[in-house]
């Protein structure tokens, strides 16, 4: 998978390109990530790369010629690198709401382009010409883009064939499936009196399996009711929800 990052701050992805899943699939080459910086692209003095409101009011936004450059050179090197042309995603708060589904269909849109905004965000123009999807990682303001880019490549990365040490882990983790994860359990069996559920040290893989699904379906009936209403259940499934409902009845 193909990554370019427009950001002004491109050392703050260090965070997921020096260690952990992202970082060895770096390594592995199942991901190239390459960034540019607008302020590379300054050229005046000051080697300014924000700019004054219209309209006046507080902050300033990102300057126009120096963004567009840096979007132009990584949709460009996508193109070269790929052979096919990049969506360009804009982080922002007006965005759509990101969940798994839409990270899914990011993760195989072909090479990305994901532009981080600073200072009050860009000019709507830039958005109008240059950007091809914008997307929110939820309701709330965060100083930059880069964090919400970083939490959309991570979420993308770990769908990218081969990037997960256990693929199958990836299909079962929460929110694959659409349902919320059952609880696991590790060493030692007992924590302050509390012990493992006897089913997951049976052994017994059948009953180990129904028994995880029946706390994702009864977990989500709690927790998520609106993950269930959008979603069929089969007779099986419906069965050990029903199950979970009596027994947690209150
Ligand atoms: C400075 N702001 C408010 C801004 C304004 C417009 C665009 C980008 C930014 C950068 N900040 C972001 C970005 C994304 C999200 C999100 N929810 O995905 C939250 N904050």
């Known amino acids: 998978m193909w990554i370019?990052?427009?950001s002004l701050f491109p050392?703050?992805?260090d965070a997921i390109t020096q260690q952990g899943v992202v970082g060895r699939a770096v390594e592995k080459q199942r991901i190239a990530l390459e960034f540019w910086?607008?302020?590379d692209y300054a050229t005046d003095r000051h080697r300014s790369v924000d700019d004054r409101p219209y309209g006046g009011g507080p902050g300033m936004l990102m300057k126009v010629d120096t963004l567009r450059?840096?979007?132009f050179d990584a949709?460009?090197?996508a193109e070269q690198?790929?052979?096919q042309s990049p969506t360009v995603i804009y982080l922002s708060p007006q965005g759509r709401k990101l969940d798994q589904q839409g990270v899914q269909a990011?993760?195989?849109a072909g090479p990305l382009v994901v532009v981080a905004g600073r200072y009050e965000g860009i000019d709507e123009r830039v958005v109008e010409s240059d950007i091809d999807e914008e997307w929110s990682i939820g309701d709330y303001v965060l100083s930059g883009g880069e964090l919400p880019a970083m939490v959309l490549i991570d979420a993308a990365a770990r769908l990218v064939p081969g990037v997960l040490g256990h693929q199958d882990s990836a299909?079962?983790?929460?929110?694959?499936?659409?349902l919320l994860d059952c609880p696991h359990y590790t060493r030692p069996e007992t924590i302050d009196g509390r012990q493992v559920p006897d089913v997951l040290l049976s052994g017994n893989h059948a009953a180990i399996k129904r028994w995880r699904l029946k706390q994702s379906l009864g977990r989500t009936w709690q927790r998520r009711p609106d993950l269930l209403a959008g979603r069929t259940l089969d007779a099986e499934q419906q069965r050990l929800l029903d199950e979970f409902i009596e027994e947690h009845a209150l």
Do not use: C, K
């Open 4 to 6: 370019g990052v427009v």
């Open 11 to 13: 050392e703050m992805f």
């Open 37 to 39: 910086n607008p302020r």
């Open 69 to 71: 450059a840096a979007i």
């Open 75 to 77: 949709r460009q090197r």
């Open 81 to 83: 690198a790929t052979g």
């Open 106 to 108: 990011l993760a195989s």
């Open 171 to 178: 299909i079962e983790d929460s929110f694959n499936d659409g």
